[in-house]
């Protein structure tokens, strides 16, 4: 029983640090994604209140 719950625990480091990596560079390419367009729409949006 002990051996088996090692085991379980010890795939799921592995499972998360297999897919941690991956879960960052997702997220990163999605708020790069959602970063850029949001500056390009926001920077004319406070060019024109400062005019």
Do not use: Q, R, W
């Not at 379980?8 to 999605?30: D, E, N, Q």
């Not at 367009?37 to 060019?47: A, S």
């Amino acid at each position: 029983m002990i051996g088996t719950i090692f085991s379980i625990l010890l795939t799921i480091l592995k499972l998360c640090f297999a897919t941690s990596p991956i879960i960052g560079i997702i997220l990163i390419f999605v708020l790069n994604k959602n970063n850029v367009p949001d500056d390009k729409n926001k920077k004319p949006d406070f060019y024109f209140e400062v005019d």
